[in-house]
Structure formats: C-alpha cells, structure tokens
C-alpha cells in the first residue's frame, strides 16, 4: 500500500523549491517500498562516486598550456580514504617538480584538487577556475600557473603554495557525495597559507557549487571578494566574515 | 617524581602501559581514527590486557594525572578547576571496573546518578565506557534523566525529541520552508528547528533566523529555531538585534581542536550571557546547543596522542559548564579514518550518548554516516534502536534521511515516528499538545492521514513562505 500524502499538486509546488526528500509516499508511518528503493539505488551512485578517479588530461586540456601536476603522498583511493595524513602532503615527485616550476611570488594559486569527487570536478572545476583567473588578473593579481592534484586533501594546498611561492591558495576539490549530489565542488581560500600552521579556522569555504546548487558566476564573485579582502585586512578564515552581499543592518 | 606504569600479566606475558592515557588508548574497542593516531592497540590480547589493568586504575588517579597537561589546555584546567569533591565522595574509593560495578547495579539509582555527575571527570566517564559492554552503555545511560527546557520541556522519562533540520544547498527561504513544513506534517521539531546555513554570509544568517522566528510565532509553536552557524557569527546576529533563541557551536576536547574551530571558552561564555540576556525562552533558559564527534581533535592536529572517545567525552566537559538546551554527537559525519563501519560508529554513538548522559548532559546523537564509509541504512536503523533503547535524548529529522546541503545520511521523520511506535516513546508534552491542537496527529501521537494533509500545508503555509 502506498499513498501520497496530501493531493499530488499541493506537495508539487513545494516540491518545485527544494531538491529534499519531502512529501514522500508513506505506507502506515513509514516509507513507501518505492522510496526505500529509490534512496538505495541513490546510495549506490554515491558510492560509485567516491571511487572514480579523474581525468586529469580533459581539466588540463580546457585549462590551457599554463598547467602543472602534482600528487599526494597517498598512493591509491584506498589509502586516501584511510590516511588523510598522506592525502595533505605532497609526494616527492611532486615537491622537486613545484619547486622546479617556481618563479617569482605570485598573490594566487589556484588548484583543481580531485578530493571525494573526481565527478564533480570534471564537471564545474575547469570553468570555476578560469573564471576566478580572470577577475583576479582584472584586479591586478599575479597568478601562479594552474594545479591539478590527485587523491588531494584541502591541506595540501598549503604545501602547493609554499612550493610555488604563491601568498594566497585557493582550491577548487570535489566534495563528499551527496545521494542527490554527486557533483558538489567546494572552494576553500586561505591566505597567508603556512603549511602545518594554517587550520580551517584560516580559511574560508565556499560549498554546494554545482547544477542547482550556487551557481558558478556566484561563486566566482564570492571568492574574488574573499581574496580582495583578505589581502586588505590580512587575514582569511573567521577573521573574515563574508559580507559580500551584506544588506543593511535590521530595521529599528 | 617517576609516572608509575600499568601492566597486566597475561600467560608469560606481561603488558605494560607507559602512563594513563596509553591505557586509556590501548584499552579502547578498535577504531581507525586510534589507529591513524598510531595509539591502539597492537594486538587484541593487549587490548583485552589493558581493558583489565585500567579495571584495576583507582578513580582518584584521575585527578593527579591528567591526560593532557594542565597548564598546557585549558579545557583541562575546566574539567579539573570545577570538579565537585563532594559529588565524588559516594564513588572515591572505587576503582574503574569498581564503578562498572556499581554503575550497573541498583544502588545506582536516577537519584543517585544526578547526584554523582558533577564529580564525575570526562576522563573517568571514559575510562569506565571502554569495560563497558553495548548493554551495559544502554542500561546505565537510560537510568540517567536530564531535562532542559526554553520553550519546551526536552528530556522526560519516555519522550524523544527531534530536531527537525530543514537544509537548502543554497539556503532558499522557501525550500527551507518546504522541509520545515514536511517535518511538522511528520509530527517533528521538538528539539529545534535548526537549519545549517549553506554559506556563512551576515544577510542570509540574519533572514534565515527572522523567517524561522516568524513561523514559530505565527503558529505560536513550542519550540525554538537555530541557525547553526560560528559562534562569532551568533554574537554578530545578536548584536543587530536579531531574534536568536539557541547559540549553536561544534566543540571538541582540548584547547588546541577548539582552536581549529576558531572558538575558545571566552567566546562562548561571551556567546551563552547575550543569548540568555535575550530572555526569549519561556519556560527555561538553556540556551546553547552543541555538537560533537570522536576524531575532531585528530583531525585538528590537537588530540596530545589521547585517544579520540576520551577526547570526545572531554568536549562533554565544555559543554556541561554552559547548561545546554541539546548536545548531540554527529558520530558517522566525520568519515572513515576515524569510525570505518557501522560495527564502529554503533559502538561510538552508544559510548557518546553513555558519556554524555552520565556527565549530566542532555545527550542526541546525529545518527548518519557518510558515502565513503562502510555503513548503510541497516547499521542506522540498528544504532537508532539502541539509542532509543537506552533513552536518547533526541534525534535529527531529516527529510528522507538525506541531507542535500551537507551530503550526509542521517535520520528521517519517518524514523522518528518508527521508534515512537516500537518503543511508545513520546514527543516533549507541549510540542505534542500543539500538534494535536493543529490536527497533525490524534490524541495518540500518531500521524494524521494523507487526506487531510493538503488543508495542513495551506494552514502552515502562510506563515512559513
């Protein structure tokens, strides 16, 4: 037995705001086999999600030629998944060839880093980053090349900075897999980027960018504030508060 | 003076444990987050070996030896600083199995646990947990009552309460509503409605908790609404005369994990004294709501090699100095590298909701786990059973079971509604006597039928969008 609460078009337009699981078909108080199911088949794309690896070619193909690679001490998902120690340093293949590729101090990198989902990156890192490259150079920023980074934690980005001389880090990497979002990229700003100093009190987060979520264009001008500012105050993370689009304060 | 070494003969071996927190450690059931640290136990013979040398451990030495120095924390100098000697007397002389003992007998009594929580350490709540049996952890936490209250009563014999939590990936004020209005329609919200905000941007915190607030009073529900967001952000909204009623902060165990979540005791003290100076409460004036997890130190760089479940009770220690309304660990969120599979975050949770209850706080659990670790709605139904088996003060209500904004699993309304009838288990009385007023359910508690959900959703609606 199965039955939807309520008329079908008074759940449909509250519906219509929200990619949440509501006004779900019961049966007694609990669960249609219908969404049971559905919630299994979900949880199981996830899952998928969390182990594909990223075509690293296709990112550094829509990047362009100012494009270099690196790779965390973490030699497979497996151990990615149980040592997020190795996932935030980078391995020694990875230190000399930065280190190499370094020139001048730059304010920004901008990394790709895979983390928990190779499929959102694919998907929204590449134009994300171009675009956040652009308003930076409008705003007189100089830029390190771009990064792509495997079986990457957020801290690894430190490392990647200190490497290329860059002030400021700003990493675009998959999020943890949603069972309605597999596609989720975060972007996480720290500035003045000390590795094994900086926390994630140091930084600050931009999540839920993907189809549905915060749009691109939204994002992008987020964090170009959040870099503006922070080099203006010194300081990222709780220090700085995203008032970006602060309206004016409460009325009375 | 030389720190004196446990040990424990076993055949012609013998197990020694440099000092009490390796004990502590090495005594711990396994987990990957102890593991990781490179504390527990190498074998399972050491760790059954330290399960009976830290039975054998006098309570009193958890006074004289800290685990994490004293003047190096300060969440230590808290713990020991307010320990209360005559709330201790009754179990001074007692060993850690000692207390197992008594802990499970008759003699521990509600009475007698309400009186003994404040001598108690979160380091011997701990302690005591690691002899514990999951049985046992159940027994002992569903003899312990605490009860809270601001605008409801959270906490009495036979209820449980839940927060509804109506995320939105991008924070959509109607969205939010929506989700607001499917928990309701599901008989949720006692706890809070407590919405994580997608960004932490001042103009969309501030709107967040006006439209939360205007529903709550238009339908004059009791209950109270939160917007889980940094303490420092909580001060702000307060500052500009938001209408805030819960402060929420993650916390952890020690100064330096604080630290990472950019938050320190004066904050929150700072954070706890405007909230109540609000006022807004009407039946009671516990105004903070906290969330926890084994493996946050860790994951900080903070933990003092002090294994993640003695960390965690520790952070019960900082929550019970500021009188919170609700307290829950979120035990499968934090990932794989601490809690691998259901087999770990059921043990977790189970020692979580003990350790908390025992310490005198008002103990939920955000029973979830995440896609990259080895759990599945079964292991949530088994941990959500035992956990309203052992009187859990509160669950989360999430619709679906899928939270969109976080990408996690946690519980649904409908799992609620699941454990109210397999256990008869009560909504907090003046919640329950709205949604009856309302016509969301019958005298009985249970749901009110499909039909005559549609005039349910315009009546709430109005208010809501």
């Known amino acids: ?252 | 003076m030389m720190t004196a070494m446990f040990h424990h003969t076993v055949g012609r071996t013998r197990h020694v444990f440099a000092d009490l927190k390796t004990l502590l450690a090495r005594a711990t059931p396994p987990r990957s987050g102890d593991m990781l640290a490179g504390i527990a136990a190498a074998s399972a013979e050491e760790h059954v070996a330290a399960k009976h040398a830290l039975a054998n451990v006098p309570l009193s030495r958890f006074l004289s030896e800290a685990v994490v120095p004293y003047e190096r924390d300060d969440v230590t100098r808290l713990i020991i600083d307010s320990h209360d000697a005559s709330a201790f007397a009754p179990v001074a002389s007692l060993t850690v199995g000692g207390l197992r003992d008594w802990l499970v007998s008759g003699e521990a009594t509600t009475t007698a646990l309400s009186a003994l929580a404040p001598g108690l350490t979160p380091e011997m709540a701990a302690a005591v947990s690691k002899l514990m049996r999951n049985q046992d952890l159940i027994l002992v936490a569903r003899k312990c009552s605490v009860v809270t209250r601001f605008r409801n009563t959270i906490g009495l014999p036979g209820t449980l309460a839940v927060r509804l939590q109506p995320n939105h990936p991008t924070d959509d004020l109607a969205g939010i509503a929506a989700s607001t209005i499917d928990g309701l329609l599901l008989g949720a919200g006692d706890a809070t409605i407590g919405v994580n905000p997608a960004t932490d941007s001042l103009p969309q915190l501030l709107q967040l908790n006006q439209v939360l607030n205007e529903l709550i009073q238009t339908h004059q529900i009791p209950t109270q609404s939160c917007v889980l967001t940094h303490v420092s952000s909580t001060i702000e909204l307060i500052n500009r005369s938001a209408p805030v009623d819960l402060v929420f902060q993650s916390i952890a165990g020690t100064e330096g994990a604080n630290a990472s979540f950019g938050v320190t005791l004066a904050m929150l003290d700072e954070a706890c004294d405007a909230a109540r100076a609000l006022r807004r409460g009407t039946l009671g004036d516990n105004v903070m709501y906290f969330e926890t997890g084994q493996g946050t130190p860790l994951s900080a760089g903070a933990h003092h090699g002090v294994d993640q479940q003695t960390l965690e009770a520790r952070a019960y220690g900082v929550a019970r100095r500021y009188r919170p309304l609700l307290v829950n660990t979120v035990v499968g969120f934090i990932g794989p590298e601490y809690l691998y599979d259901g087999k770990q975050i059921i043990r977790a949770g189970l020692e979580d909701h003990f350790c908390g209850k025992l310490l005198g706080l008002p103990l939920g659990c955000d029973v979830c786990y995440t896609n990259h670790a080895e759990a599945d709605q079964d292991d949530m139904d088994t941990l959500m059973t035992l956990l309203a088996a052992a009187g859990v003060t509160y669950i989360m209500g999430v619709p679906g079971a899928d939270d969109v904004m976080l990408n996690y699993q946690s519980t649904s309304f409908h799992d609620a509604l699941y454990l109210r009838e397999v256990f008869g288990l009560k909504r907090a009385p003046e919640f329950a006597s709205w949604l009856i007023r309302m016509g969301i359910t019958g005298e009985g508690g249970r749901i009110a039928p499909p039909s005559v959900m549609p005039a349910l959703i315009t009546r709430l609606e109005g208010a809501a969008s």
């Open chain 1, 1 to 252: 037995m199965s039955k939807v609460p309520g008329a079908p078009d008074r759940w449909s337009a509250l519906k219509a705001t929200t990619p949440a699981r509501i006004g779900l078909p019961r049966a007694g108080q609990g669960l249609a086999l219908s969404e049971v199911l559905a919630f299994q088949l979900a949880h199981a794309k996830a899952r998928d999600a969390v182990h594909a690896a990223l075509d690293v070619e296709v990112i550094a193909r829509a990047l362009g030629p100012d494009v270099l690679l690196a790779s965390s001490a973490a030699p497979s998902r497996d151990t990615y998944l149980r040592r997020p120690d190795l996932g935030r340093h980078p391995d020694e293949a990875t230190a000399l060839a930065l280190s190499d590729a370094a020139g001048d101090p730059v304010d920004l990198v901008i990394i790709i880093a895979d983390g928990l989902s190779a499929t959102a990156v694919q998907a929204h890192a590449a134009p994300l980053a171009l675009r956040i490259a652009d308003l930076a150079r409008a705003a007189c920023l100089s830029l390190a090349p771009f990064v792509i980074a495997t079986q990457a934690r957020v801290a690894l980005g430190d490392h990647i900075a200190l490497l290329l001389k860059a002030r400021a880090v700003l990493m675009l990497i998959g999020e943890r897999p949603g069972l309605s979002a597999v596609d989720s990229l975060g972007a996480y700003f720290t500035h003045a980027t000390k590795p094994g100093v900086s926390t994630d009190a140091d930084r600050n987060c931009v999540s839920n960018i993907k189809d549905g979520g915060l749009p691109l264009e939204d994002a992008a001008s987020r964090l170009l504030w959040l870099i503006t500012e922070a080099r203006r105050r010194g300081a990222s993370g709780v220090a700085l508060k995203d008032e970006s689009g602060l309206a004016p304060l409460l009325p009375g």
